[in-house]
């Protein structure tokens, strides 16, 4: 399994995030983003205004690549990353802290997607009607239907239920890209993850961080596994105490229908040391509308659900 992790170390961009009042962008819907900005994570300047595009780094490359293969998370990225978010409208730790999300974010979707010149790739668009990239190997077209797991391609809300806690799940939106290479069915996945309150489900569930990215994971029979290896997350996306945390983590997921698939996970939460997380389950299902989370959150292949009181 071919897998690429991005942004590991920029979920920490949450924790001051957190601080900075709502991850809302202003002004219009598009970008607002200058495509002749600085190509480096850059040092932060005291002008970080919303109306200044030449400050913000790799943010402006990063949205117009998230925007060309994830479309269905172009608008929650722009909420953290685009011309007026919080992060353009704080101290310089927090800026810096932004650009740093992007470029990690930017250099995973690269790899994830090397075909796609927004994301820096050298071939043609690769983009055909599903957002996928077409394969790089001379195998057939991708495919987003059929019963191998291609109905998966979209976004979902991915939760993780652990058995630390099983009524406080951490959350992802899941964009996923289902191809076929070599006649191999393979997955592309991003873990976009959310922001949780402290002891609360569905409050406030904001992007937080550059995605997890994931290349080239089989899909056989309906089933696949997802070693996401030792991943950093930030305690502004962690529901259960609300600190940082460092875990691995293996998903072994089965395909239930083209809108739902869910498995058991086990791994190991290393910091704290809190232990073995064997037998905690995750459920993925579909987002139907852009920016509308499910309530309540299914959390295992029982179809059980959370949600605050």
């Known amino acids: 399994m071919s897998l690429l992790r991005a942004g590991v170390s920029s979920l920490l961009v949450s924790a001051f995030i957190a601080g900075c009042g709502p991850e809302k962008a202003v002004g219009d819907d598009s970008t607002g983003m200058a495509s002749e900005g600085p190509t480096g994570g850059g040092e932060a300047t005291d002008d970080t205004g919303a109306g200044d595009d030449t400050d913000h780094g790799d943010c402006a490359d990063y949205l117009a690549c998230v925007g060309a293969v994830l479309p269905g998370m172009l608008a929650v990225t722009e909420m953290s990353f685009g011309a007026g978010a919080a992060c353009w409208l704080s101290t310089p730790e927090v800026v810096q802290a932004c650009l740093d999300a992007c470029t990690q974010g930017l250099a995973g979707l690269a790899v994830a997607f090397p075909d796609v010149p927004a994301c820096g790739g050298m071939g043609s668009t690769g983009m055909g009607s599903t957002g996928g990239p077409e394969p790089t190997t001379g195998g057939p077209e991708p495919t987003t239907g059929g019963s191998m797991g291609g109905g998966i391609a979209g976004d979902f809300l991915l939760a993780v239920s652990t058995t630390v806690d099983r009524g406080k799940p951490f959350q992802f939106v899941a964009s996923n890209v289902v191809s076929e290479v070599d006649g191999q069915v393979v997955l592309s996945t991003c873990l976009q993850p959310l922001a949780l309150a402290q002891g609360k489900v569905t409050t406030p569930r904001d992007p937080v961080g550059a995605p997890l ?33 460092v875990v691995s983590m293996v998903m072994d997921g089965t395909i239930e229908g083209d809108d739902f698939y869910c498995g058991t996970v086990s791994g190991e939460v290393m910091e704290p040391p809190i232990g073995q997380i064997d037998g905690s389950t995750f ?3 579909r987002l139907t509308q852009p920016g509308v989370l499910p309530d309540p959150v299914v959390i295992d292949c029982m179809g059980t659900s959370v949600t605050d009181p």
């Open 213 to 245: 990215c994931f290349a080239g994971v089989p899909l056989v029979g309906g089933s696949f596994t997802l070693d996401l290896g030792v991943v950093m997350i930030a305690g502004a996306a962690n529901p259960i105490t609300g600190a940082d945390i």
């Open 283 to 285: 459920a993925a299902v």
